[in-house]
T-cell receptor, first 114, second 118 residues
Framework: SQQGEEDPQALSIQEGENATMNCSYK?????LQWYRQNSGRGLVHLIL?????REKHSGRLRVTLDTSKKSSSLLITASRAADTASYFC??????????????FGKGTKLSVIP | GAVVSQHPSRVICKSGTSVKIECRSL??????MFWYRQFPKQSLMLMAT?????????EQGVEKDKFLINHASLTLSTLTVTSAHPEDSSFYIC??????????????FGPGTRLTVL
């Protein structure tokens, strides 16, 4: 079953604005990851945040994790037209050795208008 | 580093034929590879987990006789769609685990294979 649920499903913003996407999940996790997918292409790993971390930065990306609410957010600052893509969160469950399957959410389709 | 390739990138076949998709880790050894399926405008659904030298573990609802997975080496896993039908048309993506940190770290994804069954 789907673990992560992103919202919004679609987001359209002007270039230069910030974009925030949210992800909720249901079970305990080891870590949560955000991926990007351009139309018809493979996935690109953006950032991984572990269950004992609350915030992580990478360039223009900021990810937060609230394990009490079982939610995460991805913030892209100063968006560019090239950021147009679908963004997925994926979770790795916390259940001991060998559990490393990623469960993906439905994704947020981001459109950045030049 | 950590590049995963897939071949072919796009394939069109007739109903009833079999199609093999290759997934290779180019610059690292992958003890575990994963196969996903993605329908248009939908998320990735895990089909199976492939471990080198052992049988693949299939997710519930995925027919193992229809989607044959072979992980013959630490750098190659193949997915064969047998007796393909139009409903098998989809985007198939593989990923490889680098095996660090107990297997809970980043998976690296291939570029995907678009399968169209006529």
């Amino acid at each position: 079953s789907q673990q992560g649920e992103e919202d919004p499903q679609a987001l359209s913003i002007q270039e230069g604005e910030n974009a925030t996407m949210n992800c909720s999940y249901k079970t305990s996790i080891n870590n949560l990851q955000w991926y990007r997918q351009n139309s018809g292409r493979g996935l690109v790993h953006l950032i991984l945040i572990r269950s004992n971390e609350r915030e992580k930065h990478s360039g223009r990306l900021r990810v937060t994790l609230d394990t009490s609410k079982k939610s995460s957010s991805l913030l892209i600052t100063a968006s560019r037209a090239a950021d147009t893509a679908s963004y997925f969160c994926a979770t790795v469950p916390y259940s001991g050795a060998g559990s490393y399957q990623l469960t993906f959410g439905k994704g947020t389709k981001l459109s950045v208008i030049p | 580093g950590a590049v995963v390739s897939q071949h072919p990138s796009r394939v069109i076949c007739k109903s009833g034929t079999s199609v093999k998709i290759e997934c290779r880790s180019l610059d690292f050894q992958a003890t575990t590879m994963f196969w996903y399926r993605q329908f248009p405008k939908q998320s990735l659904m895990l089909m199976a987990t492939s471990n080198e030298g052992s049988k693949a573990t299939y997710e519930q609802g995925v027919e193992k006789d229809k989607f044959l997975i072979n992980h013959a080496s630490l750098t190659l896993s193949t997915l064969t769609v047998t007796s393909a039908h139009p409903e098998d048309s989809s985007f198939y993506i593989c990923s490889a685990d680098t095996g660090t940190s107990g297997g809970t770290d980043t998976q690296y994804f291939g570029p995907g294979t678009r399968l169209t069954v006529l």
